[in-house]
């Protein structure tokens, strides 16, 4: 007899366990050193973790309003004023989600329909094209040149239709550090003038920009902004990723339709945390100095490794570092990325991981979120292989 079991047919056949799951055991299994998994390793500010305890001892504990808190829905829109020079109504252009990725989610799902295309970047962040399958959509893949993992816009021109329903970008990008210049977004904005095409922007790392350039978000451009959906996490800004409190902005036309999945994915988020981070950005405690506190993190953890047979190019943003081990090995990044935890304890990701159909760069991702002895501990094994 067949069993039960044995009926179950996956929507997601190809997908396995999250590659960040399985380096962050591995590097527990073998005592690790682990910079797999994208996650700070310091404090969230006590402040603010103050302002969420007060909020949770004062009763703040019920469900929050389906967009979110509107006094964190107004720091949000003022931060993106300050910062980018575009106007965003709180009341009806911005929603507070449970992390980015979340708001990923919601955004694909809320347009894209069976046989829609979705242009993806390839290394491409793991939520995006499961999303999109998910949703019937057909994820149409570019990937970026290496060793600085451009964009090569001719290729895009080519492979848009009329079937192009969405383009998704990510800068800073995770895993290759890469960050989008104004040019880049220029002819993003040409490309897709006079279509239907929205892009979604994952601007998850837009305060990790290191060496004194600006980060480029979609909603500088006009004819960007009247048709993206842009994605930001403060897990990323706050040092709390675990909190899984995020943002998506778009204008209203967009948003309306991205609140109607939202509210059936979670209808709203925590409620402290959303009061915590409002009054927090409002008492002037924003992104202050992370690109900067980021940029030495990565300066460290170079100069110290500057002795290893690893070569790499300083990333320009993000918390991710790739170095190339070809130099050391010709195996490929699963089985190199596999042999630096057993053999030397270290662990990160094989970028391998983020592509869809096989691909070999000799490339291992570094998270450097970490404090100066752990980065000094993992580049001491680094220097050694
Ligand atoms: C590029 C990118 N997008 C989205 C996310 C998800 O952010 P959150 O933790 O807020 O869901 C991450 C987290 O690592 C990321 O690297």
């Given amino acids: ?48 973790i103050e302002l969420v305890a007060k909020y949770m001892r004062e009763g703040y504990n019920q469900y929050a309003p389906m967009p979110g808190l509107l006094p964190l829905r107004e720091a949000i829109a003022e931060k993106t004023s300050e910062l980018y020079g575009a106007e965003y109504d709180p009341d ?82 995770n895993p290759t550090g890469s960050v989008l210049s104004s040019e880049d977004l220029l002819q993003l904005e040409k490309l897709v003038k006079n279509t239907n095409i929205i892009i979604l922007s994952d601007e998850v790392y837009e305060h990790i920009v290191f060496d004194g350039k600006r980060h480029e978000s979609v909603c500088r451009y006009p004819g960007l902004a009247e048709r993206s959906l842009i994605c930001c996490s403060f897990g990323k800004t706050f040092h709390a990723t675990g909190w899984k409190t995020g943002y998506i902005v778009a204008p209203s036309a967009l948003m309306k339709e991205v609140r109607k999945t939202h509210q059936f994915m979670v209808f709203c988020t925590n409620t402290p945390v959303q009061y915590a981070i409002a009054e927090f950005l409002k008492n002037g405690n924003g992104h202050g100095g992370l690109g900067l506190f980021f940029q030495a993190k990565r300066d460290f953890f170079l100069k110290e490794i500057e002795g290893s047979r690893f070569t790499f190019t300083p990333t320009a943003g993000t918390y991710f570092q790739l170095l190339n081990y070809e130099a050391i090995s010709d195996e490929t990044e699963m089985d190199f990325a596999g042999y630096l935890v057993k053999e030397h304890k270290i662990a990160g990701v094989p970028v391998s991981s983020f592509y869809n159909k096989g691909h070999n760069g000799n490339y291992i991702r570094f998270c450097f979120a970490k404090s100066e002895e752990t980065l000094k501990t ?3 094994i680094l220097c050694k292989i």
């Fill in 378 to 380: 993992a580049a001491e």
């Fill in 92 to 173: 009806t252009e911005i929603t507070v989600t449970a992390g980015a990725t979340q708001a990923i989610y919601a955004a694909i799902s809320a347009f894209i329909r069976d046989e829609d295309e979705v242009i993806i970047f390839e290394p491409a962040y793991d939520s995006y094209m499961p999303a999109v399958k998910l949703n019937g959509g057909v994820p149409i893949t570019s990937r970026l040149k290496g060793p600085e993992f451009k964009i090569d816009w001719d290729e895009v021109r080519r492979l848009m239709c009329n079937r192009t329903k969405m383009i998704i970008i990510n800068s800073p990008h």
């Fill in 1 to 48: 007899m067949i069993s039960f079991s044995d009926s179950v047919t996956s929507k997601l056949p190809n997908t396995a366990t999250s590659i960040f799951a399985v380096m962050s055991q591995l590097a527990n299994e073998h005592g690790a050193v682990n910079l797999s998994q994208g996650f700070p390793d310091f404090d969230v500010s006590p402040v603010l």
